[in-house]
């Protein structure tokens, strides 16, 4: 259980750190920023690495939603689920205090919005509290149900790391003007914590709905498997 631990904190790390830093570092940096582009595919593959580093030891989780929908699932014991949830917000912590501190070392450093998540006048394309929920739940039980389906027994081994990696990169092609793509309660938190105010207030909107489209998911999922 430990090694579990240590693993799903050094992979929310990893994701909060590589997608949140390549949004607040590189995105937009003069003439060779990666754009929107860029950054989902960092996110895409902080998730791919890791899961083909640790997730032979934890399962490679690194997310509150995946592990609720795990459980929802039958694929993960209901009795790990909240010591994972607690590393994975110290880990996605630990990632955006990091981040900051980092970010701050250049001259004429502007907080902003540091990659925080959110909805209304704080969503990059002014996208409404409803848009931003709805996006939520659909793409989190989707990547649920990629995540269940491509670990299942039904296929070849050795390729869920791919695609959850792409499926993760997907969701944050078609989110990022939205909500800048949350689908983890971890990485909202992380980055909300250091730029406070609205991102604070906002929130809650990026555990409830995460967290619902995951349960779903595994839902979905355990009436798929079951059909055989």
């Not at 925080?116 to 848009?131: C, E, K, Q, T």
């Not at 207030?201 to 055989?228: E, R, S, Y």
Request: include cysteine; proline fraction near 4%.
């Amino acid at each position: 259980m430990q090694k579990s631990l240590v693993a799903e904190f050094l992979g929310t790390f990893w994701l909060v750190f590589g997608g949140c830093g390549s949004a607040v570092l590189a995105a937009a940096y003069p003439e060779l920023g990666i754009g929107f582009v860029g950054v989902a595919f960092a996110f895409g593959l902080t998730v791919l690495t890791m899961a083909y580093a640790v997730g032979g030891i934890s399962g490679g989780h690194f997310n509150p939603a995946v592990s609720l929908g795990l459980t929802v699932a039958g694929r993960f014991p209901a009795a790990r689920l909240f010591p994972y949830i607690v590393v994975q917000v110290v880990g996605a912590i630990a990632a955006a205090a990091l981040l900051y501190l980092i970010a701050s070392g250049k001259a004429g450093f502007e907080l902003g919005g540091f990659a925080a998540n959110g909805y209304g006048d704080h969503s990059p394309g002014g996208y409404s509290l409803l848009s931003a929920l709805l996006i939520e739940v659909l793409l989190t039980m989707f990547f649920l149900i990629i995540i269940l389906g491509s670990t299942s027994s039904r296929v070849p081994a050795g390729f869920a790391p791919l695609a959850i990696g792409l499926g993760l990169a997907l969701i944050h092609l078609v989110s990022i003007p939205v909500t800048n793509t949350s689908v983890n309660p971890a990485r909202s938190t992380g980055q909300a914590l250091f730029v406070g105010g609205w991102a604070l207030q906002q929130l809650w909107l990026f555990w409830i709905a995460p967290l619902a489209g995951g349960a779903l998911g595994g839902l979905v999922w355990k009436f798929l498997d079951d059909a055989d």
